[in-house]
T-cell receptor, first 115, second 116 residues
Framework: EAGVAQSPRYKIIEKRQSVAFWCNPI?????LYWYQQILGQGPKLLIQ????????DSQLPKDRFSAERLKGVDSTLKIQPAKLEDSAVYLC?????????????FGSGTQLSVL | AQSVTQLGSHVSVSEGALVLLRCNYS??????LFWYVQYPNQGLQLLLK??????LVKGINGFEAEFKKSETSFHLTKPSAHMSDAAEYFC??????????????FGQGTELSVKP
């Protein structure tokens, strides 16, 4: 079974530039998550989709971050403009239906460095 | 609101020794609790989960965790550490999103080192 695919693997940009990350979840998984993992911390949920609708985006900095999940499959996360504090690993995950006790499958992440 | 606290950001054990990683939770309702492991340069993968069926939960790679309501704890253990167990371990709890499932709230992580 193919896992969650993310690209790029690494990205280095300067502050105030824009950047986009891409995620392809496991086939058939209705729920898709974007997490931000700052060095030394646990992952923090940014946004959760159920099919192509947003379930939770309460911790997404909407003035600079945006995400979409067209057709309920692939998703992109964008940052514009980037700040130094956005340096982190951005993890995408998916699950079958989004139930409370469900297992999440994670991609390897995109490591972003903002200089 | 649900949350988890992991005690100790770094734990070091010798190969063959007992592994004990501590996690305490805060929840106003019966929680769903999870342990995930993150190997270097890889995504997180599920070790085990507690969903109220049994208080002692067995997971992959010989790990297990016991849910203790009286202590609000869900500590992760393994009787004998292997070098391959060196990784970052995250405890997590689910926060319900009404009738739209839940979202996973992670602790800050514990890095496990295994010495030969």
């Amino acid at each position: 079974e193919a896992g969650v695919a993310q690209s790029p693997r690494y990205k280095i940009i300067e502050k105030r530039q824009s950047v986009a990350f891409w995620c392809n979840p496991i086939s058939g998984h209705a729920t898709l998550y974007w997490y931000q993992q700052i060095l030394g911390q646990g992952p923090k949920l940014l946004i959760q989709f159920q099919n192509n609708g947003v379930v939770d985006d309460s911790q997404l900095p909407k003035d600079r971050f945006s995400a979409e999940r067209l057709k309920g499959v692939d998703s992109t996360l964008k940052i514009q403009p980037a700040k130094l504090e956005d340096s982190a690993v951005y993890l995408c995950a998916s699950s079958l239906g989004g139930a409370t006790n469900e297992k999440l499958f994670f991609g390897s992440g995109t490591q972003l460095s903002v200089l | 609101a649900q949350s988890v606290t992991q005690l100790g950001s770094h734990v070091s054990v010798s190969e063959g020794a007992l592994v004990l990683l501590r996690c305490n939770y805060s929840s106003s309702v019966p929680p769903y609790l999870f342990w995930y492991v993150q190997y270097p340069n890889q995504g997180l993968q599920l070790l085990l989960k507690y969903t109220s069926a049994a208080t002692l939960v067995k997971g992959i790679n010989g790990f297990e965790a016991e849910f203790k309501k009286s202590e609000t704890s869900f500590h992760l253990t393994k009787p004998s550490a292997h070098m391959s167990d060196a990784a970052e371990y995250f405890c997590a709890v689910t926060r319900a999103l009404g009738n739209q499932g839940g979202k996973l709230i992670f602790g800050q992580g514990t890095e496990l080192s295994v010495k030969p």
